[in-house]
């Protein structure tokens, strides 16, 4: 578990705090909010906009401001991806789209993204918004490449699969840590070290991510065994297994991808396949890689107040099993 100080943790709970406020007045609105809002999630991305603006020259709101931003784009992101995927369960609760309906969710998107963007304006940072607004238009083009490369799996390859990984997962915490960083009014150079960081560090996020759907059979991650696989994602330890495996092997795979329907002997045989060794050494390589690129940025803001939070979170990123 990552383990942070007692004042970030409360800055946290400030955040959280503040996107609850931001209701409507509408009761449906406030009931779909609610509904949102009642888990409290890791916070990873309006963590690392804390850390990256932390200056003694800022008032804390506005730092507040920011990472409940950053927390509004990503929960938005999530209740669309419901509707996408037609995810049964988000955090171990019933998604919105099966609470309500896909129309429901898709607007309550909006919602939020509205909500974050009403946000960014008080922040009254030009850069600031840019920044954000680039990220969420490079999340939205994150999803529609993801659709088209895996409906034309038999040509995806591993720069195909880590430019999704980075549109969807990466950008989000590449302008998270970039706009903390610039929050503070820090140096050009810090900047762009805070994002390259963010940006390396969001990818591992998401491979260690695609690792744990594969291992969410025989332990509890928080997300239904082989949700990806069922979903036709095929992530890095699927990519690798159909790289490495048998003809027949690949047959399988590929045939049972994408069915919602699947027997648990068949479930056992895919997770036998993509848990075998060279998918997952392959898998662990590539994650171990970029918690490496993420730890040289990190090394280029050393002076920095948050250095030891930060490392600890990238090493808590590379071990975490939800």
């Excluded at 809002?37 to 730092?63: D, E, H, N, V």
């Excluded at 019933?94 to 922040?123: C, E, H």
Aim: net charge positive; aromatic share 8%.
């Amino acid at each position: 578990m990552y383990k942070i100080n007692h004042t970030t943790t409360n800055e946290l709970s400030r955040v959280q705090e503040k996107i609850t406020k931001e209701l409507a007045s509408e009761k449906i609105i406030q009931d779909i909010y609610e509904y949102i809002f009642q888990s409290k999630g890791k916070k990873t991305r309006a963590l690392i906009a804390l850390l990256a603006s932390q200056s003694k020259k800022l008032k804390p709101l506005k730092r507040i401001e920011l990472a409940s931003i950053i927390e509004l784009l990503h929960t938005a992101t999530l209740v669309h991806d419901d509707v996408v995927d037609q995810s049964k369960l988000r955090r171990g609760e019933k998604s919105v789209n099966q609470v309500w309906n896909n129309s429901y969710s898709v607007l309550m998107g909006d919602f939020i993204y509205s909500k974050a963007f009403m946000l960014m304006m008080k922040l009254d940072r030009p850069a600031i918004l840019k920044e954000l607004a680039g990220a969420t238009n490079d999340i939205a083009r994150g999803e529609i490449i993801q659709l088209n490369l895996f409906e034309n799996y038999l040509h995806l390859d591993l720069d195909g699969l880590l430019k999704v990984s980075y549109l969807k997962t990466g950008r989000l915490f590449e302008a998270a840590a970039k706009t903390g960083a610039m929050l503070a009014d820090s140096s050009k150079a810090d900047v762009k070290s805070f994002g390259l960081l963010g940006k390396t560090l969001g990818i591992a996020f998401q491979i260690q991510d695609d690792i744990l759907d594969y291992e969410s059979l025989h332990i509890n991650t928080g997300k239904p065994a082989l949700q990806d696989f069922q979903e036709g994602k095929i992530t890095f330890p699927l990519f690798y297994a159909l790289k490495h495996s048998a003809n027949d092997d690949q047959k399988f795979l590929l045939e049972h991808l994408g069915k919602k329907k699947l027997t648990k002997t068949i479930k056992n045989r895919v997770f036998n396949l993509v848990r075998s060794d060279m998918p997952m050494k392959c898998s662990q390589t590539l994650l171990d890689s970029y918690i490496s690129k993420a730890k040289k940025s990190l090394e280029k803001v050393n002076h920095h107040s948050c250095y030891n939070e930060m490392l600890n979170l990238i090493m808590f990123s590379s071990q975490r099993k939800s």
